[in-house]
């Protein structure tokens, strides 16, 4: 049974880090990519960055890079993601999802293949 | 950054009617292309990959077309279960972007 299991909510002020966590199970890493994804209030989903759950390969949206890290410890089959310098617009649900990538492009998850979100909240 | 254009916003309809949904890709994306339908509290459904391939167990209304840069949704007799959100995604790089959604509403 594929499980994606993320951490619960977290509430933080302008300035801080959060680190979200998802928890994978029932499926081959091989070529498995585990790409993360935000839905802000009333918005569209964003695309925030990916890493191979193989070899820990990691791309990262322009708008977020050198304020995000994703890393994997694949001992435990966990993904994590860690935003930093956090603003109120970062607000949003953070989901994980995973999918075959592979030849430069990874395939869109199936339906079982995300975790079920985690509402960041950012306020003073 | 393949920007993707969804259109429209909102659409009312009625039981029974057809639906049609349109994205557009700043540049070509062949055909790496996704429909999704997404609720309130809940994670994403897969309906079509690759512009037309419907995903096992969604019903043979929902189809899929397009290629390069123009692609289409279409629900033929709109279900009652039908009245959600739904967008597009491109996968033709690492980078996904997706549509700004399309929430269909009951007239």
């Known amino acids: 049974q594929v499980q994606l299991v993320q951490s619960g909510a977290e509430v933080k002020k302008p300035g801080a880090s959060v680190k979200v966590s998802c928890k994978t199970s029932?499926?081959?890493?091989?070529?498995?990519?585990l790409s993360w994804v935000r839905q802000a209030p009333g918005q569209g989903l964003e695309w925030v960055g990916w890493?191979?759950?193989?070899?820990?390969?990691?791309d990262t949206a322009q708008k977020f890079q050198g304020r995000v890290t994703m890393t994997t410890d694949s001992s435990t089959r966990t993904a994590y993601m860690d935003l930093r310098s956090l603003k109120s617009d970062d607000t949003a649900v953070y989901y994980c999802?995973?999918?075959?990538?592979?030849?430069?492009?990874?395939?869109?998850?199936?339906?079982?293949?995300w975790g079920q979100g985690t509402l960041v909240t950012v306020s003073s | 950054d393949i920007q993707m254009t969804q259109s429209p916003s909102t659409l009312t309809a009625s039981v029974g009617d057809r639906v049609t949904i349109t994205c557009r890709a700043s540049?070509?994306?062949?055909?790496?292309l996704a429909w999704y339908r997404h609720e309130p509290g809940k994670t994403p459904k897969l309906l079509i990959s690759e512009s037309s391939r419907l995903e096992s167990g969604v019903p043979s209304r929902f189809s899929g077309s397009g290629s390069g840069t123009e692609f289409t949704l279409t629900i033929t007799s709109l279900q009652p279960d039908d009245f959600a959100t739904y967008f597009c995604q491109q996968y033709q790089t690492y980078e996904w972007t997706f549509g700004q959604g399309t929430t269909v509403e009951i007239k």
């Open positions: 029932g499926y081959s890493l091989t070529s498995a990519g």
């Open positions: 999802a995973s999918s075959y990538c592979n030849v430069g492009r990874c395939f869109p998850p199936g339906s079982d293949f």
């Open positions: 890493i191979s759950e193989h070899n820990g390969d990691t």
């Open positions: 540049q070509s994306i062949s055909n790496w």
